[in-house]
C-alpha cells in the first residue's frame, strides 16, 4: 500500500498525494476534517455504505428543499444507489468512495450547505432559513409562524422538507467540531492563513467540487465558535480551493459583528465627461 492512495476500488488518491506525495499520516476525524483527508473520508465512507451515508446527508436536509419562501427552489441532488438507477447507471464500491467525500451525483445549493452547517453548530437542532422576520396585519398583529410556514408550503408545493432535529451523540458531534475549530484555529488547518489573528472564534471547512474540467471553491462556516450567531457559506465557481473562499466569509462574518470599522465614503463630485457619437 502506498500511503496516500486508498487501496480499494479505484485506489483514489488524497489530495495531499497528489500534491506532494505522501500522505497526511494517522488521523481521527478531528484531524481529517481540519487537514480535509481523502482518504479518512473514503474509510468512512466504505464503513458506512452509501445507504447509511445518504440516509445521514438527507437528516440534515441536502438533497432536499429547505422550504426558504423562494419559487423554483432546486432540490438538488444527493448521491445514492437510488438516485444511480433513476439516471441508468449501476452503483459500485467506487461510487461510496466518491460520494464520500462530496462527489459522485452529490451536487448541493449553497442554502442547503448553510443549513446543514448551521445544523452542525446547534449540534442536531434543525434550522429553518427564511427571508421573512415576521409579517404584521393592518390591525398591527403578528401573523404566526406556523401560519405563515402553511401557507408557503401550500403556495410552493414544498412537500419534502425535513423539518426535524437530528439527535447526536455528544462525543461524536463535539469531534466533527473541534475539527471545524482546528481548520481556522490551529497551524495545519486548511484555513489558518486566512483566519489566523483574527478576533472571533470561527468553526468552518474548506471544500474543493470538480467540475468537469474545473473545479469549484466553498467554504463554509459559522461563528462564534461556542455559541454561534450566523452560518455562511460561500461559492467561487472555477475558483480552485477553498482556502480561496474563506477570506469572503471572514470578512462577511466581520461586517456581522461590526469589526470592519474602515468608513467607505463615496466620492459624489461631479466630472465633466464627453462622448463622441459616429
Not at 468553526?203 to 471553491?217: P, Q, V, W
Amino acid at each position: 500500500m502506498i500511503l496516500g492512495i486508498y487501496p480499494r476500488a479505484h485506489r483514489p488518491a488524497c489530495w495531499i498525494y497528489n500534491d506532494y506525495g505522501y500522505g497526511h499520516g494517522p488521523l481521527n476525524v478531528s484531524g481529517a476534517i481540519q487537514k480535509s483527508c481523502n482518504y479518512f473520508f473514503y474509510e468512512m465512507g466504505y464503513r458506512l455504505g452509501i445507504d447509511r451515508l445518504s440516509a445521514y446527508a438527507s437528516y440534515f436536509g441536502l438533497g432536499r428543499k429547505t422550504g426558504i419562501e423562494l419559487p423554483n427552489e432546486s432540490t438538488g441532488t444527493l448521491a445514492s444507489a437510488e438516485t444511480a438507477q433513476k439516471k441508468g447507471d449501476s452503483w459500485t464500491e467506487g461510487s461510496t468512495l466518491s460520494a464520500a467525500i462530496g462527489q459522485s451525483y452529490n451536487d448541493f445549493t449553497p442554502i442547503q450547505v448553510a443549513k446543514y452547517v448551521a445544523m452542525i453548530a446547534n449540534k442536531g437542532q434543525v434550522v429553518k432559513p427564511t427571508i421573512i422576520q415576521n409579517i404584521v396585519t393592518s390591525e398591527g398583529n403578528k401573523v404566526p409562524k406556523e401560519e405563515i410556514e402553511k401557507y408557503v408550503n401550500e403556495k410552493l408545493g414544498l412537500d419534502d422538507v425535513y423539518t426535524e432535529s437530528v439527535s447526536m451523540n455528544e462525543q461524536n458531534i463535539n469531534a466533527v467540531l473541534e475539527g471545524m475549530r482546528s481548520v481556522t484555529e490551529e497551524v495545519g488547518g486548511t484555513a489558518y492563513s486566512i483566519f489566523e489573528g483574527f478576533e472571533i472564534p470561527v468553526g468552518g471547512k474548506t471544500g474543493s467540487t470538480e467540475a468537469g474540467n474545473y473545479t469549484n471553491a466553498w467554504f463554509a462556516g459559522f461563528a462564534p465558535f461556542d455559541n454561534p450567531e450566523i452560518a455562511v457559506v460561500v461559492l467561487v465557481e472555477n475558483g480552485g480551493h477553498g482556502n480561496y473562499t474563506a477570506e469572503v466569509v471572514r470578512n462577511i462574518i466581520g461586517e456581522y459583528f461590526g469589526m470592519n470599522i474602515e468608513e467607505i465614503k463615496e466620492n459624489m463630485s461631479a466630472l465633466y465627461d464627453t462622448e463622441s457619437l459616429r
